[in-house]
């Protein structure tokens, strides 16, 4: 109940910020897996693409994109949210109706990497990052609500457009997305009218990280805390792509029909949304040192209730735990960059780490498919990255110490 008041109180006095931040969010929905793998039989049929070619033509647009980041996201720091969020959101919807009018397979290649550039890595990226800027006491919080702006379109947008395709030429449905962001640009504008300081116009809102310095980019990569907390918080996204990407082949080696694993789906989410307020609220009460070194432990438990899974049952307490961990990964990132290392270059520290993450989330699904291939069982694989959790949980534990001791200590 304290929770909600909390929450309640917050919402109202700043909804403006809240609600442009979850706006983006959800709009990055349009370059996410969860969604534009919903179009995986269409494009594969319209461009003549077997299972291996459509995988190996995503995971190197994913990767460039990831690579492409490490630039674009420093772009957060030098323009405001509202300037930078509008012309991202324009080049995304000019990129979906290139999606419905594309008739090349270079063209595909090419569509599929500003698909994710402009949504799930920039939209999100300014969602975060202008969070992450505006909210330092109540980052945790205002970073949980805007985050369900992502949960939201998860929920909707996949089942929506699964049942639109049978109405709609897919091609159509693309051109639909992209009305529906030229839409909603408007909406983006008027919520920034009043855009809260930014670092361009206002150093006095800009906390600083680690001996009371701001931290650049450069500085931030040559720090082992950077690297021990990106790839721990990288494996998230990698494994959790890994997972739901082979969910067709999983089905069959458990016998069960997809549709019967697609409908423990819903609990994931439920699960996901609350464990998101839960660590909004905890990440305010109790820091976000503390929360890291435990976050990742449900996907452990998770993994391994997939592997011995003889019943639905079974997996569906482990999507549950995976939506409890979701609720941590969600909302530590955006606040970790900015307690150990300052919200100056935010942007600029925060793409190199989401860089590393979108990469993973490409190689994963490749390789798992790889050792499949290869005769590695699936399951095993399950058993085997349940144990990669508990390790990034433990490599944390020195260097954050070490941290903490920093961020009260001058330069």
């Known amino acids: 109940m304290i929770i909600q008041s909390t929450y309640v109180q917050f ?23 969860f969604l534009i793998s919903v179009f995986a039989g269409e494009i594969r049929a319209e461009f003549g693409l077997s299972n291996g070619d ?17 630039w674009g996201g420093s772009l957060t720091d030098r323009f405001r949210a509202r300037d930078l969020g509008v012309t991202i959101l324009g080049l995304l919807a000019l990129t979906c109706l290139a999606m419905a009018w594309n008739t090349h397979v270079i063209g595909l290649l090419l569509v599929i990497f500003f698909l994710r550039f402009f949504g799930q890595g920039m939209s999100s990226m300014i969602s975060v990052v202008a969070i992450s800027r505006w909210f330092i006491a109540t980052r945790g919080r205002a970073l949980a609500i805007a985050a369900l702006g992502f949960i939201s379109a998860e929920m909707v947008l996949p089942v929506t457009t699964v049942w639109i395709k049978s109405h709609v030429d897919w091609r159509s449905i693309w051109v639909g997305f992209a009305y529906i962001i030229l839409a909603l640009i408007p909406l983006l504008w008027m919520l920034l009218k009043l855009e809260r300081t930014p670092q361009a116009t206002a150093q006095h809102d800009i906390a600083t990280g680690m001996n009371a310095r701001h931290w650049t980019r450069a500085q931030a990569l040559r720090h082992p805390l950077f690297w021990v907390l990106a790839l721990s918080m990288a494996l998230f996204p990698m494994m959790a792509t890994t997972f739901w990407f082979h969910q067709v082949h999983f089905a069959e080696i458990k016998g069960w029909d997809h549709l019967t694993l697609v409908a423990v789906l819903p609990l994931g989410t439920a699960s996901f949304m609350a464990s998101n307020f839960l660590f909004g609220w905890a990440v305010d009460r109790f820091g976000v040192s503390r929360l890291l070194l435990v976050y990742l432990l449900p996907y452990t438990v998770a993994f391994v209730m997939h592997g011995f899974a003889t019943s639905i049952v079974w997996t569906a307490i482990g999507v549950m735990l995976m939506g409890l961990a979701g609720g941590g990964q969600s909302t530590l990132p955006g606040s970790v960059w900015s307690t150990y290392f300052g919200t100056a270059h935010i942007g600029a520290i925060k793409s190199a780490a989401m860089a590393l993450a979108v990469l993973g989330s490409a190689i994963g699904p490749g390789l798992s498919g790889w050792l499949i291939d290869a005769g590695v069982g699936y399951e095993n694989q399950l058993l085997a990255y349940s144990s990669t959790f508990v390790f990034a949980s433990l490599a944390m534990i020195i260097p954050l110490r070490r941290a903490n001791a920093q961020l009260a200590a001058p330069a």
Do not use: E, I, K
């Open 11 to 33: 919402l109202r006095d700043n909804a403006p910020f809240l609600a442009a931040g979850a706006l983006l969010a959800a709009l990055s929905s349009f370059g996410q897996t």
């Open 54 to 70: 459509w995988g190996l033509l995503y995971m190197v647009a994913t990767m460039a994109s990831a690579a492409v980041m490490v």
